[in-house]
Every structure is written in structure tokens, then in C-alpha cells.
């Protein structure tokens, strides 16, 4: 992955028509609390010897996160690694505001992490994408800088919920859409904001109110790159996080997977529901 500066729109990232996401929420909003199932499954791909993403599945912190190394083989890993281990263990926390505040502190500290060792060793930039998904209560967040991407999938169909930060989607906000009429192409893996590459990362933010039987899915470019939305949208249908991470794996690597592939699968299940079934055997 590359990075490039960015080509900055101001507009803030609008989650709208989200089935239930306004009246029927707000009649939804009893006291509840939320068990969550989730696998994470990652993969070199078919080309890279070096596994430069890193994840996070804490189901018991309400935690999840994928990272994106770049920088080339042993620093990509280092630098991901870097960024999933600064949020590891986040405190469980009933206010999601505040929850949020110490996530974001974490990775602001893993940037000045990254920029000290790329001083340290005398290289341009060491850095990462990022991208975390955390709850509380019966609301979740999403955190991310880069091309690493958080999707939803309720009430029968999937909604991606980040927007890359890369100069391809720049591109296309400008509807930009006849390459031919360009003198320079977007590249697709420009990223144009990461981990370690300013002195200060901005982190996009979107917040939602869960409901019952919501799935997310967490994966780096290497898989959205070679998987179309369909398809996921069909791995994540019968609701098992194990099963849907091998499918989705497996998708990818059956095309060139020239990229590393990392998938992580959410589940939440709503534990005051009067329609709430027991737990599937596999999640």
C-alpha cells in the first residue's frame, strides 16, 4: 500500500437510509444490553510472503479492529501490529463517548510511536491504516484513517459504513468518472491518511444504535479489493462469523489475491429481545 497527501473533502459521511435507523430505534430504546459473537481470519494472499495487516477480535472488550501495514515486509508488520496493540484491552465502558475519547488517544500515541521509529530508522514513513469498531451500551463506533473498511449488514442488506481515504474515492466524490479524460489515473491503493504519516492522524467517526442480529465485517483493501459487495452480502446472510470469514477468505483468494486478505465478523444479539433464540454452535 502507498500513501499520498490528500486530496481533502470536507464533507462529513452521512449514514442514511439504514433500515430502522430512526422511528424504529427510537421504539426500540428499553434498557438492553448486547452479547456479541465474532471470528477474524487473515491471510498473505497469493503473492506477498509477509502478512503486513494485523486484527483484533475481543468480543469480551466489545472490540474490534483491522490495520494495514505499509512501509514493505518487517515495517508494514510492525507498524499494524503497532496499531492493533495499542487498542488491545480497551476498557469496557457504558459511555461510548468516553470510550471513544481513550481509542483515540490510543491511536493517536501509536502515530507518535510510528513517526519516532521511522526517525529511528532513518526511513520516510512507517505506517498503517486502521480501522476499529467499539461498543457500548446499545450504540457502536466506528474509528478510521485509511482504505480499511467497516460494513453493516441488517435487516437483509449490507451497508458500508467508512469511506476510504484514498485518492480513487477522492476522485470519485468529484464524479470524476471518465479516467480517459484524466491525465493522471487514481491509483486504487493511494491511500491519502494513515497512522504515522502526519504528526497528528484525523480520525473519521461514525456512531449507530444497534439492533438485534446486526453483522459487521472489518476487512483491509486486500479483501473489498477483490471481493464485490454481493458477495459479501451472501457470506454474511446466514449470520456464523467463522463460516462467513472463511467464505469471504476463500473468495478472495480464488481470484489473483495479490494483497493481503484479513477479514474480521461481528455479530450482535440482542439479550433482552423476547424473540431471542440460543446461541448458533459455531460462530
Known amino acids: ?97 468516553q470510550r471513544v475519547k481513550a481509542a483515540r488517544e490510543r491511536l493517536q500515541q501509536a502515530n507518535r510511536d510510528l513517526r519516532a521509529e521511522a526517525v529511528r530508522r532513518f526511513t520516510p514513513r512507517i505506517g498503517t491504516t486502521i480501522a476499529a469498531l467499539l461498543a457500548a451500551g446499545r450504540r457502536c463506533a466506528c474509528l478510521w484513517a485509511g482504505d480499511s473498511r467497516i460494513y453493516l449488514y441488517r435487516a437483509g442488506r449490507l451497508r458500508l459504513l467508512t469511506r476510504d481515504h484514498s485518492h480513487l474515492e477522492a476522485a470519485r466524490s468529484r464524479h470524476v468518472g471518465d479516467w480517459a479524460d484524466t491525465l493522471i489515473r487514481p491509483r486504487a491503493n493511494l491511500v491519502t491518511r494513515a497512522l504515522g504519516c502526519e504528526d497528528t492522524v484525523e480520525l473519521d467517526e461514525v456512531t449507530i444504535e444497534l439492533l438485534d442480529g446486526d453483522i459487521f465485517l472489518l476487512c483491509s483493501d486486500g479483501l473489498s479489493n477483490e471481493v464485490s459487495e454481493m458477495s459479501i452480502e451472501q457470506a454474511l446472510i446466514p449470520g456464523i462469523c467463522a463460516m462467513a470469514c472463511g467464505t469471504l477468505v476463500g473468495m478472495a483468494l480464488e481470484r489473483d489475491a495479490r494483497d493481503n486478505i484479513t477479514a474480521v465478523v461481528v455479530r450482535a444479539e440482542d439479550l433482552s429481545s423476547p424473540d431471542r433464540t440460543e446461541p448458533r454452535a459455531a460462530s
Open 1 to 97: 500500500m502507498s500513501i499520498a497527501p490528500e486530496d481533502r473533502d470536507n464533507g462529513k459521511l452521512k449514514i442514511e437510509d439504514l433500515p430502522g435507523s430512526k422511528s424504529e430505534i427510537n421504539a426500540l430504546q428499553a434498557t438492553r444490553s448486547y452479547g456479541w459473537t465474532s471470528a477474524s481470519r487473515s491471510h498473505p494472499g497469493r503473492v506477498r510472503e509477509v502478512n503486513e495487516d494485523a486484527c483484533l477480535d475481543q468480543p469480551e472488550h466489545e472490540l474490534w479492529a483491522v490495520a494495514d501495514g505499509m512501509g514493505g515486509h518487517a515495517l508494514g508488520e510492525f507498524a499494524s501490529g503497532l496499531a492493533v496493540h495499542r487498542l488491545m484491552g480497551l476498557p469496557v465502558a457504558k459511555d461510548l463517548v
